[in-house]
């Protein structure tokens, strides 16, 4: 087996080890199964996910086999780790619904065939005859309240103006459980997530030791947040989903192209599989040019064509090109629909174009400008593109001539606003 530790370390996974030499003396002994929780709370995972879903190929890749636990019963009731408040609990059928979604996403991700093949397991499998008597004597009875109020996810809930019900208080022994029984289920000896995983993770270790007098061990991941303090993932338009039906292709490439120039090393060794040596190479070119952004550029198209395939890479890849690199001209229907496919699209009539139309009146058409006035001021300040050429002068109008194809046109207000004009 590789040094799978040093891997993660190297790449910055690692936060903490409960036991960092019996950690690398198990990995380097033989292939281990570990595991990683997900919660079912939407029909979408998050770039948020990804930490876990990248240090699980590299334990792949390493010859480990990871194991995708899906929280179809803790799902139900909600982790308190990281969190302010209490969640609004979800049906069975929400449950459901979402964990069949997400399932799709963990095969971009992971190999489920071969000799280090994943699986995916649902912890309602083994939660759903276990009775309340049942789970009290085997599980509550080998925690303490003392040791449950010193974890951090409960006292940082407790001490807050939320507080927290019996129903969250709880969720750590479930988790706990979880590890236990994918330790006796499965050889499963290591448990991975977050920071905030901590306290449930050692939990399952200690009900492990004491119920089964056996070692395990539990590896957090820092979580991640950008160079202005914002978690990741976060942006004024809510989080980066995985799926391209909530955030789409173009619109998740465009987040990596932001990234700040103090986060894209360190994002270029967490989010791609690039090997180490090249990572230095791009940032090292990127010092000398950081105005070319060819790192964030090479960031977003490999964990673009990871999380939606090489295709919609390169198109994402070009839209961005064409869209804030040379002029719009000469481009056919299908071209431009072809590297657009996600811009906001406003239709406009044949008759208006040969009319002319004022370059005020499109802008607050496509929503580009909330008012005439506003677009005034947006277009004095040199703020209005279409098909990327400037718009110079508050009396030009809109005429057929600026159709970039037969019969559509890009408008842009500022560096990220943009959207498509369609004449019919």
């Given at each position: 087996m590789s040094a799978i530790y040093d891997t993660l370390l190297e790449r910055g996974f690692v936060q903490d080890c409960t036991d960092t030499e019996g950690f690398r003396e198990l990995t380097g002994q033989k292939a281990i199964r570990v595991y990683c929780g997900f919660d079912p709370t939407s029909d979408s995972l998050t770039i948020g996910n990804m930490v876990c879903l990248m240090a699980f190929k590299h334990f792949q890749r390493a010859g480990h086999r990871p194991v995708v636990l899906?929280?179809?019963?803790?799902?139900?009731?909600?982790?308190?780790?990281?969190?302010?408040?209490?969640?609004?609990?979800?049906?069975?059928?929400?449950?459901?619904?979402?964990?069949?979604?997400?399932?799709?996403?963990?095969?971009r991700f992971l190999d489920f065939e071969g000799d280090a093949a994943a699986g995916i397991v649902n912890n309602m499998d083994w939660f759903r005859e276990v009775g309340f008597i049942e789970f009290l004597r085997d599980v509550g009875k080998h925690?303490?309240?003392?040791?449950?109020?010193?974890?951090?996810?409960?006292?940082?809930?407790?001490?807050?103006?939320?507080?927290?019900?019996?129903?969250?208080?709880?969720?750590?022994?479930?988790?706990?459980?979880?590890?236990?029984?994918?330790?006796?289920?499965?050889?499963?000896?290591?448990?991975?997530?977050?920071?905030?995983?901590?306290?449930?993770?050692?939990?399952?270790?200690?009900?492990?030791?004491?119920?089964?007098?056996?070692?395990?061990?539990?590896?957090?991941?820092?979580?991640?947040?950008?160079?202005?303090?914002?978690?990741?993932?976060?942006?004024?338009?809510?989080?980066?989903?995985?799926?391209?039906?909530?955030?789409?292709?173009?619109?998740?490439?465009?987040?990596?192209?932001?990234?700040?120039?103090?986060?894209?090393?360190?994002?270029?060794?967490?989010?791609?599989?690039?090997?180490?040596?090249?990572?230095?190479?791009?940032?090292?070119?990127?010092?000398?040019?950081?105005?070319?952004?060819?790192?964030?550029?090479?960031?977003?198209?490999?964990?673009?064509?990871?999380?939606?395939?090489v295709e919609e890479a390169r198109k994402a890849r070009d839209a961005a090109a064409a869209l804030f690199g040379g002029l719009l001209r000469e481009l056919s229907d299908e071209k431009l629909r072809e590297l657009f496919p996600d811009v906001p699209s406003v239709s406009v009539s044949r008759s208006e174009l040969e009319t002319g139309l004022s370059t005020f009146d499109l802008f607050v058409k496509a929503k580009l400008s909330g008012s005439r006035s506003e677009a005034r001021k947006t277009l004095a300040q040199g703020g209005f593109y279409i098909n990327n050429e400037p718009v110079a002068g508050d009396k030009r109008t809109v005429t057929s001539s600026d159709l970039a194809s037969d019969t559509m046109m890009i408008l842009r207000a500022g560096k990220k606003r943009y959207c498509l004009v369609k004449a019919e």
């Open positions: 899906m929280g179809g019963a803790t799902g139900m009731i909600g982790d308190p780790s990281g969190k302010s408040a209490e969640r609004n609990l979800q049906t069975a059928e929400q449950v459901d619904s979402n964990m069949a979604a997400q399932r799709k996403q963990f095969e925690f303490r309240i003392g040791e449950m109020l010193g974890k951090e996810s409960v006292r940082s809930r407790i001490d807050s103006e939320a507080g927290i019900s019996y129903t969250e208080f709880s969720y750590m022994l479930l988790q706990a459980q979880d590890f236990r029984h994918l330790h006796e289920a499965m050889e499963c000896e290591v448990q991975v997530g977050g920071a905030d995983q901590w306290g449930n993770i050692t939990a399952g270790i200690e009900l492990i030791r004491r119920t089964l007098r056996k070692p395990a061990y539990g590896l957090t991941f820092p979580l991640i947040t950008t160079a202005t303090g914002e978690k990741l993932g976060k942006t004024a338009e809510g989080a980066v989903y995985l799926s391209a039906a909530k955030t789409p292709v173009y619109d998740f490439y465009q987040y990596w192209i932001r990234v700040e120039d103090r986060d894209v090393e360190r994002f270029l060794k967490l989010f791609t599989l690039l090997p180490l040596t090249e990572v230095d190479d791009l940032v090292a070119a990127h010092a000398q040019s950081p105005d070319k952004r060819d790192a964030q550029k090479r960031l977003a198209f490999e964990v673009t064509a990871m999380v939606h395939g």
